[in-house]
């Protein structure tokens, strides 16, 4: 990457900074609810290098893409081009719109989270993003995380929920972060350091995903109008008991739709109770228990996902398994005692293998640090995280 500065813009002197991926530990579609999730950052980043320009363009270039683009920093008016760029000009346009001067600028970015694995690269990128836009400029950690989530919304056209951006910014090592989607306000907890956390990629995302994330969005609202007939209180899911549901008398696909969040926000509770006090066969039956709750009643799991988690929890060491993400494929997250990694690793990729003809990307899962410029280049670890 500063070799790649160099060269195109050999006069200028970068800053850098860096944002994270992440991987939910537990919490899936409880967001867009109001309620709990609990993600890590990742020790994978997106890194930026960032000074000013010679001309009035700013100037954005992608490692990994091999491709440039440059424009106008007046970008109050700028059309979404339908490619990568629209992430990091669709912050530029919500920093300016929150008077944020834009400068003039050359990036080059460059990534190790990979792209649409379900790890949040998106994220990452538009992080990474507004920190170069403000190149030390000090600015609030939540309004960033809520920029980058509009500037994707609006932007790009995705309507994601706020975990990715607020844990990229937020993430701290050693510890996950129950994130109360309503008061935008977290705590941490410390992860026991007799686990690792293990995600395989199954390689697979069915079509499927993007409609029926909007299905599970208008089921939910359904839920609540239902429940809130009897309990006016209820304004989103998180505000809802699972007894709510004996006389809601909601449509069958309804309340099971329901019942998955209700017991998911209980689930996230629970698992930092169980993270605080070490106990790892808890946080694991909380996995599995997180798991057959999406595939049986939020219906959003698939094949490759539930082979890889009853294959995995077949094996010696295993915690428990779960799929990660917005569903459909994607990967799944795995705690498992530090001695078995290998052992288990080899074990997944191989019957993954034999069964879909498909490589399984395993990754170590270290809880990290979120948002910030890195000073000390020599920080930046040049290894490849995929063990497989
Ligand atoms: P995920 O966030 O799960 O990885 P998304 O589909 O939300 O998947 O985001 C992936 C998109 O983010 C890519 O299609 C690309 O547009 C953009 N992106 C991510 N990393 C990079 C990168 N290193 N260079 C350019 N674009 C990137
Ligand atoms: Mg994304």
Redesign the pocket.
Known sequence: MIDEFRKLFPDLTPRFFRAP?RVNLIGEHTDYNMGFVMPIALDMN?YVAVAGSNDRKTHIH????G?GFDFDPDVAFAKPRK?????VIGVAQQLSMRGVRILPMSMV???E?????????????EVSAALAFLNGRTYSGVEMAKLCQRA?IDF?G?P?GIM?QYISVFGEANRALELDCRSLSHKPVELPANAALLAVNSMVKHDLATSAYGDRVKECKAAVAGIARLHPEVKALRDAKLEYLENARLDPTVEKRARHIITEDDRVEQFFAAARRGDLDQMGKLFVASHRSMQHDYEISCEEIDFLVDTALTIDGVYGSRMT?GGFG?CTINLVRPDRVDAFTKEIVDRYQARYNKQAPVFNCVPSSGAREVKDLSTIPATNKTSS
Do not use: K
């Open positions: 991926g997106c992608s490692l990994d893409r491709e490619n990568w760029t629209d992430y970015f460059h990534s989270v990979p792209e649409g694995s379900g790890l949040s690269s998106s994220a990452a990128l994707e790009v995705n994601c990715d993400g994607g």
